[in-house]
């Protein structure tokens, strides 16, 4: 299974973030599998943003709950991430990422910058 992240490099502050993982080898309504959106700050560690599994509920961080939503379209068989009102402190590497019993496979991240 490979992931492939895309979106803006660059956004302002307050902005909203529209970031898409396209998957290709595998299907994103595979049961046992979630799909995944982490990001790396520069100079911190990974943070899990959220995820949507099979059954396409998503379940969020509870410090990003009431600024993302995760999406899914079946058909092109892409998860979006949106992320509300960004601040410089939401700029990291966002990655793809999925996992199950004895399988993960992540994408290779894209940077995002919010800056004025």
């Known amino acids: 299974v490979q992931l492939q992240e895309s979106g803006p490099g660059l956004v302002k502050p307050s902005q909203t973030l529209s970031l898409t993982c396209t998957v290709s080898g595998g299907s994103i309504t595979t049961n046992s599998l979630s799909w995944n959106w982490i990001r790396q700050p520069p100079g911190k560690g990974l943070e899990w943003i959220g995820s949507?599994?099979?059954?396409?509920?998503?379940i969020y961080s509870p410090s990003l709950k009431s600024r993302t939503s995760i999406s899914r379209d079946t058909s092109k068989n892409q998860v979006t991430l949106q992320l509300t009102s960004l601040t410089p402190e939401d700029t990291a590497v966002y990655y793809c990422?999925?996992?199950?019993?004895?399988?993960?496979?992540w994408g290779q991240g894209t940077q995002v910058s919010v800056s004025s």
């Open positions: 990422a999925t996992w199950g019993i004895g399988f993960g496979s």
């Open positions: 949507i599994g099979s059954s396409g509920s998503p």
